[in-house]
């Protein structure tokens, strides 16, 4: 198939062209002094690393995009807005921006692909069919007009996605890794959906993703920084939207969902245990699954296997509800395939079980917990059952 041969091509040239240009992002990291120091609060690296890999990325991208993606308003602005992202994500890696600044500059940037189209202005739920955001008049506005719910809730959606792959990247490698796996899960679903741009898209997203590992994995030789790591969240948002979320499919609306259940999730749980606590959420803190993990002892490879599995089941689990024939839409299902289904289904929430028992609760608060106001974590004497600040 055309489509397939296109997302493999597209796929192998970015990977090769990120994984060639990461060195020379390296020596403009250090000329301009965007550095990454170790922080005893967060930070689990050793030593200072530049931090611009992801202008390897995006070149890669770039690249790859202009060759094989149909040349358009839609790919146009949807590489203007990477474009636009970039620019904000390496501001932050060299000045450090305050986080207003970055979500200006985020939201800016989506608003270009998203007025060009890139938007969802319908979509299939279960029980209730095709709904269609529709408009809202703005009539306490001077001269009315008229707000569409579908831009807002799609550019509100890819902002957050570009946050969520942002606050994992905290360990050598997770963002990338993680990206690498969604990419091609969600290359898959949009070429099986005939969203071929999309899936084109995806696919070179994740070559280029795997090209920044070869150097990104621990120990890294370099981090993509900002500028890596809101590129690719704007990538996989924007891949979101054009190859399920704009199809007519029920099931389309959740597959991306499912695919990036682990950054969401980690996400979701740093968010809400800031909230719960008073503390800003944008303030950086230890209550990621990466540094729990830390604290009950993995090290950052492990980690990764623990996390790079999770995401992999998780995308078997969205790809297993693409392609396994268990129903014929109409509500008749077929017993062998449903069993198969079945199987996906059990083995994603023993995974996510185990995961969640492993990282949060249960462990912690045996041998520790994560003091409320500190974010630190504290360990507990085991002869005075009191807790001792590391």
Known sequence: MPASVDALFAFLLAGILALALVPLTDRLARRIGAIDYPDDQRSLHAAPTPRLGGLAIFAAVLVAALIWLPWGAETRSILIGAALIVAVGMLDDVYELNAAAKL????AAVI????????????????????????????????????DLGDVGTTLGIVAMINVINLIDGVDGLAAGVCLISGVALAVIALSLDRTAAGV??????GASLGFLRHGFPPASTFMGDTGSNLLGFLLGVVAVQGALKTNAVIALFLPLIVLTVP???????????????????????????????????????TLAYLYGWTAIMAALALALRFVPYSDDHGNFDALWTAVMALFGLLALAASVYLVYVLEILKLRRFGRIHPQTGEFEALDPETGEFEAI
């Open 112 to 147: 270009v692909p998203v007025s060009a189209g890139v938007t969802v202005d319908s979509f299939t739920v279960p029980f209730l069919g095709r709904l269609e955001p529709g408009s809202v008049e703005l009539l306490a506005l001077p001269g009315g007009g008229a707000i």
């Open 104 to 107: 200006l500059g985020q939201t």
């Open 201 to 206: 898209l995806a696919a070179l997203t994740a």
């Open 264 to 302: 969401i999730l980690d996400t979701g749980f740093v968010v809400a245990k800031r909230l719960k606590y008073g503390r800003p959420i944008y303030r950086a803190d230890r209550w990621h699954f990466h540094h729990r993990m830390e604290n009950i002892g993995f090290s950052q490879r492990r």
